[in-house]
Each structure stands twice: as structure tokens, then as C-alpha cells.
């Protein structure tokens, strides 16, 4: 089955730095990559979404990049605020076949003031 | 639009006992999908349910079963409580047939004693 690591799993910075997420998977039939933030008592909300026929998609702060060959993916965050601080999952799934998405342990991010 | 509504917010129950737990899909979707999420883990996917029929399923025994109605709400029921079982049960719903992404409720915390 499929195999998802997620790094680091804290990241701390400083207000108005940039962040980066980084997520390997192990199933090369996976197409769709999803990121999520969770924040505390809630279930996660999804933030962005990469498809495998795409390298790269950007929302305002936040971009995913996608390397099918290497088979990773990453999140990143522009100018991060206090608000931005939560947990971040990465997930892969294979969407059309049998679905059972897999998602990474997770990045606490803590953005300081 | 309503979003993805989960009852009960937490629950208490002993080893052994069995546990019924509810999802209210977003409107306009037709697939709910049930994760198990440990402290400090991500959402580990335990099934789908597409028109009423189960359509995938993780590495959970069978003492985990579900059912979807046909106004596309969701019951997850776990046999023969666990201590192991104790998480955060969460549900996210879907349209089927296209590549959209998944919506989350906050989940239900289910402490096993």
C-alpha cells in the first residue's frame, strides 16, 4: 500500500518568514495530493490540492510543488502570521481507482510573533 | 451551504462495549468517507461509503462497519471496544465520480475507559 513520510514534524518561525513542508510517497498510481491544516479541537480543513497532471499551483501565500519522478511533494507558506500556526497533514490517494487515501504524521507549525 | 456535522462531540464508553457514531454529509455530496486519528497521528482512513455501499476500505478489522443512508448521511459502529480505539473519529464527504476534494466535520473524541 501506499507509504506517506512528512517532514519536519515541528517547525518554528518567525513571523513573515517563509515555511516548507515536505512529503515523500511511495505509490507511483497516486494522482491526487492534498494538504490540510488542523487547528486545535477541529477536524482539518482543506488548504490546497495538486493534481499529478500539474507541477506546481499557487493560492495568495501558499504554493504546492509536485515531483512525480522523485515522488514528493511540498507546502509552502509566504509571509506566515500567528494565524497560520497549526497542524499541517500532506495526503496521497489514487482517485479513479480504489480509493484509500494516506496521509503523513503531520508538521506542527508555530509561528512566533 | 451546511457543512459536514459529526454527533456526539465526545464520548465515553468501557472495553467491550459497542459504540454507534453519526455523520451529516455536506449538501450536494454523495460519498462519506470515516477516519480514526490517534494523538499526535494523522487521519488513518478506515472506509468509504458511495451510494450506500462500502467503496474502500483501510486496515481496520471488521469489528468496524458503517452504513450510509439513502439522504447520504453515515453511521460508523465499532464492535467490542478497545482500549486502542480511543481517538478522534472523524468523517468527510465528497461528490463521487469527479476529483473533488474531501470536506471534514470536527469529529467525535471517543475515550475508551
Known amino acids: 500500500g501506499e507509504n506517506v513520510e512528512q517532514h519536519p514534524s515541528t517547525l518554528s518561525v518567525q513571523e513573515g518568514d517563509s515555511a516548507v513542508i515536505k512529503c515523500t510517497y511511495s505509490?507511483?498510481?497516486?494522482?491526487?495530493f492534498p494538504w490540510y491544516k488542523q487547528e486545535l479541537g477541529k477536524g482539518p480543513q482543506l488548504i490546497i490540492d495538486i493534481r499529478s497532471n500539474v507541477g506546481e499551483k499557487k493560492d495568495q501565500r501558499i504554493a504546492v510543488t509536485l515531483n512525480k519522478t522523485a515522488k514528493h511533494f511540498s507546502l509552502h507558506i509566504t509571509e506566515t502570521q500567528p494565524e497560520d500556526s497549526a497542524v499541517y497533514f500532506c495526503?496521497?490517494?489514487?482517485?479513479?481507482?480504489?480509493?484509500?487515501?494516506?496521509f503523513g504524521r503531520g508538521t506542527s507549525l508555530i509561528v512566533h510573533p | 451551504e451546511t457543512g459536514v456535522t459529526q454527533s456526539p462531540t465526545h464520548l465515553i464508553k468501557t472495553r467491550g462495549q459497542q459504540v454507534t457514531l453519526r455523520c451529516s454529509s455536506q449538501s450536494g455530496h454523495n460519498t462519506v468517507s470515516w477516519y480514526q486519528q490517534a494523538l499526535g497521528q494523522g487521519p488513518q482512513f478506515i472506509f468509504q461509503y458511495y451510494r450506500e455501499e462500502e467503496n474502500g476500505r483501510g486496515n481496520f478489522p471488521p469489528r468496524f462497519s458503517g452504513l450510509q443512508f439513502p439522504n447520504y448521511s453515515s453511521e460508523l459502529n465499532v464492535n467490542a471496544l478497545e482500549l486502542d480505539d480511543s481517538a478522534l473519529y472523524l468523517c468527510?464527504?465528497?461528490?463521487?465520480?469527479?476529483?473533488?476534494?474531501?470536506?471534514f466535520g470536527d469529529g467525535t473524541r471517543l475515550s475508551i475507559l
Open positions: 495526503a496521497a490517494s489514487r482517485v479513479g481507482g480504489s480509493y484509500i487515501p494516506t
Open positions: 505509490d507511483s498510481a497516486s494522482n491526487y
Open positions: 468527510a464527504s465528497s461528490w463521487q465520480g469527479e476529483d473533488q476534494p474531501q470536506h
